[in-house]
């Protein structure tokens, strides 16, 4: 249901954005935002968007990462810029959906998307 795009290779200093739209039968969602885990790391909260606009980043990404969100088209963005070698992850969308069939919210995960930073 998760389907994101825009990963890659790219140098220090540089940009890249990510996308992730959420298909499917979507009552609603909520929180919706992007993780990340490094290479022999645990996976961490990068930066997600709340349904009203809020935002929470990573203390290392901010002032250089900006995570929007289009509600209309179901997908959330996270515009990547002043890149580091230590952001090199994989990128993981994630959103939470309300379940119509059981009245619960529920996490769900997109497949991942590799961003490297690297000369």
């Known amino acids: 249901q998760l389907q994101a795009s825009g990963g890659g290779l790219v140098q220090p200093g540089g940009s890249l954005r990510l996308s992730c739209a959420a298909s499917?039968?979507?009552?609603?969602?909520?929180?919706m935002g992007w993780y990340r885990q490094g290479l022999g790391k645990q996976r961490e909260l990068a930066a997600v968007?709340?349904?009203?606009?809020?935002?929470t980043y990573v203390d290392s990404v901010k002032g250089r990462f900006t995570v929007s969100r289009d509600n209309a088209k179901n997908t959330v963005y996270l515009q990547m810029n002043s890149l580091k070698p230590e952001d090199t992850a994989v990128y993981y969308c994630n959103a939470e959906i309300f379940d119509r069939s059981t009245m619960t919210w529920n996490p769900y995960w997109g497949q991942g998307t590799l961003v490297t930073v690297s000369n």
């Open positions: 968007a709340g349904s009203g606009g809020t935002t």
């Open positions: 499917g039968s979507l009552a609603s969602i909520n929180v």
